[in-house]
């Protein structure tokens, strides 16, 4: 289920006095029956990014993964409901948590885990990472390291789509501690201001790295700051991938008929730490057993097999399935070349540009 605000009048129709407060909106109706295919597809693709992210987990302790990594366990029916949501031509930016993005955009697993492996097979070329995973036919614009570096650039893409008068959206991911700092509050001001195709969306897992959202802001149903652009916003159960889907949807569809921005919040709690080296010390045992119980991926396995749309037998069959897609990425990755050193600077500018130092540490100032 989502929980909704209405934008406040459009800027042109509000006369002066008008109150702000958002209006709730009424009950949504229910979401129809799905079809099996497409929940069995949307379990199938939770799976895969959940065996993904549990393998780079492993793959890191094995120094196969160097740098930072940050994983998607326990946001998988946030991942898929989000890109179901989307067209092929729309564009993403995410923050460092994006491998399941990426997978879930159409990128092939053997590529994302190249990447992660800094392997020249990678989605960028190896010299990516964890963090920046980039692919332009896919239009996944990159995985950002810098809390809310991608809100800026992303709202600068929306200003490109209206400005041309393209018909894609542009959805942008980040996490609650996003939120708090000032790219945000600029990034949706601008685009509140100038109505660009933009959907904004929250990841709320509760923490921000570790300490709560309830303790760090002043208004903990993150949503509702949409209200201070006059901008549409909703928060749904991020556990549920078809009420995520809907109201990504909603969300998606606005922007793109009407060219206004919006905001969008899911609840997803991650199952591990910040990182792959974060014990997550800060978490009770009682806060730890409610997680797992609350596991999605299980939950949804559940709900599909009570519902007669997919048998325990069915479910190993896929899971062994998922199990050899991944080994072989992984595979792929080990046995793919590191980038040559010489292209280190190959992707620095989309472009030419005069002036552009290719100087390695070693190397001196001034070449004679």
Known sequence: MAETVKAAPARGRRTRGEGSAPEAAATPPKVPAEDAETLVGYYRQMLLIR???ERAA???TEAKIGGYCHLNLGEEATVVGLMAALRPTDYLFTNYREHGYAIAKGIGADRVMAELYGRSTGVSKGWGGS???FDAEARLLGGYGIVGGQLPLATGAAL???YKGGDEVVMCQMGDGTAAIGAFHESLNIAGLWDLPIVFVVINNGLGMGTTVENSAAEPELYKRGAAYRMESARVDGAD???VRDAARTAVERARSESRPYLLETLSPR???HSVVDPARYRSKEEKDA???ADPLAKTALDLEEAGVLSHEERDRLDAEVTAEVDAAAA???ESPAPEISTLFDYTYATPVPGDLHRFPADPVFRS
């Open 332 to 334: 792929f990755a080990d």
């Open 58 to 60: 492993r793959a890191y």
């Open 241 to 243: 991938v078809v009420a």
């Open 131 to 133: 963090m920046h995973l």
């Open 271 to 273: 199952l591990k730490g």
């Open 51 to 53: 065996r993904f992210e």
């Open 291 to 293: 997680l797992k119980a």
């Open 160 to 162: 490109a789509v209206s």
